[in-house]
């Protein structure tokens, strides 16, 4: 039987697509704290329970270890997400986030951590609606433990402590089809280094196309090309906060970042997450922002390389500068940067630029789910400001 877990919880359901006499939002109301389940729920005899404290070192080895050996591969299982621990340490800190929602499952005798989930809190506007929301990210079990119904009862679990809360609705991507999907989303790739993307089999020479052909072809200036580009600094926090606010609302489902989540998502930090914006050289107004973040994937079974260097498009705001010209410059950026490969969604207003950028259209699509939050139809790609981890 198909989707036997997710027909029991309020999410959007197959069947009541079309139905528009359903209203959009909550599906289900809050319930009163005393009532939400106190005691965590049973697992599977051989398991326990356990709180990831990332900031203790070797929890964080710990989990990064599980990651990178268990975690999401691409469709031809050729690459592995290997984030790093200084980035699941910002991924998992944001403001006002709770340790209790970094949830671990521990073989009882051996204490091996075999399974993960996280939910970070996070303020998101729907349409007119700003909902405190969790963010679902990482739910990973080890390869050895996979269909023994694992996940159900860690979901189950991340929403019973989100509940504790007072929090009721959620916020995942997966790139497989549950129910339901908010939007889906292809994701495009843009070769920086495709001598490497073709020797590790990422990407494939193009027919009638040589080697050197193909390296000329993605070739990009040494330097950026628009007057007033620099690195974020904290300084501008005030400013970008308010050109990223200005610009998100024109999307139905977007963040509502404020100046302490801007100085945490978007501040640089080295290895993880990289911010450049425009400030005009007459008037120093900030009127444009480009960022993406680090997230390499082992490459598996390879003999010359075991890395792939990739940038995800994060936020962007084009407000004076054409979004060709500053997605080029974070290229440049990226490039200059040793990074393989620059990864995006067709969300926001991406679709518009990524095939004049010489973005080629990945092999598989990013689904984007609400949960206990109905929508009436799905959301075109171009209608999400939305960026998850
Ligand atoms: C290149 O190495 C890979 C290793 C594992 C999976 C994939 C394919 C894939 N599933 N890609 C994405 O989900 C993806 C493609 C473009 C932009 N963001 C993405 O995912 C983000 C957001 C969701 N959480 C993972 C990172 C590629």
């Not at 996280?118 to 303020?123: E, F």
Request: glycine share 4%; hydrophobic share 35%; charged share 25%.
């Amino acid at each position: 039987k198909k989707h036997k877990f997710w027909e029991t919880q309020p999410v959007g359901q197959f069947r009541d697509l079309g139905d528009t006499s359903l209203p959009e939002g909550p599906i289900e109301q809050p319930t009163p704290l005393s009532e939400v389940k106190q005691e965590p729920y049973n697992l599977p005899s051989p398991y326990e329970w356990t709180t990831c404290d990332i900031d203790n070192e070797d929890t964080c080895i710990e989990v990064y270890n599980l990651l990178t050996n268990n975690y999401v591969e691409d469709d031809e299982n050729m690459f592995r997400f290997n984030y790093s621990r200084e980035f699941l340490r910002w991924a998992l800190r944001p403001p006002g986030y709770f340790k209790s929602w970094h949830i671990g499952v521990r073989v009882k005798v051996s204490k091996k951590l075999v399974a993960f989930i996280t939910g970070v809190p996070a303020r998101i506007r729907v349409r007119d609606d700003v909902v405190k929301m969790t963010e679902i990210n990482f739910l990973c079990v080890h390869k050895k433990l996979r269909s023994k119904r694992l996940a159900p009862v860690m979901i189950k679990e991340v929403t019973r402590r989100v509940h504790l809360e007072n929090i009721w609705q959620a916020a995942y991507t997966a790139g497989v089809v549950i129910p339901t999907p908010i939007a889906t989303c292809q994701y495009w790739h843009r070769s920086l280094n495709p001598k490497k993307l073709i020797d590790v089999g990422f990407s494939r020479l193009g027919a009638r196309m040589t080697m050197s052909r193909t390296i000329k072809l993605y070739k990009l200036p040494e330097s950026t090309t628009t007057p007033g580009f620099r690195k974020m600094e904290l300084r501008d926090v005030p400013a970008v906060t308010r050109l990223l606010r200005n610009y998100l609302s024109q999307f139905a489902v977007a963040p509502d970042f404020d100046e302490n989540d801007v100085e945490h998502w978007l501040l640089p930090k080295e290895n993880v997450v990289d911010s450049y914006l425009v400030e005009s050289p007459d008037t120093r107004e900030i009127t444009d922002f480009c960022s993406f973040y680090t997230l390499p994937s082992s490459i598996l079974g390879n003999q010359n390389y075991s890395t792939l260097k990739a940038a995800y498009s994060y936020y962007n705001v084009s407000t004076q500068t054409p979004l060709l010209q500053l997605i080029n410059d974070a290229l440049i950026v990226a490039k200059h940067n040793d990074y393989d490969v620059f990864n995006a969604l067709d969300i926001m207003h991406n679709e518009s630029i990524l095939k004049e950028l010489k973005f080629g259209p990945g092999d598989g699509q990013l689904h984007y789910y609400l949960y206990n939050y109905r929508m009436s139809n799905a959301l075109k790609p171009s209608e999400l400001g939305l960026v998850l981890l």
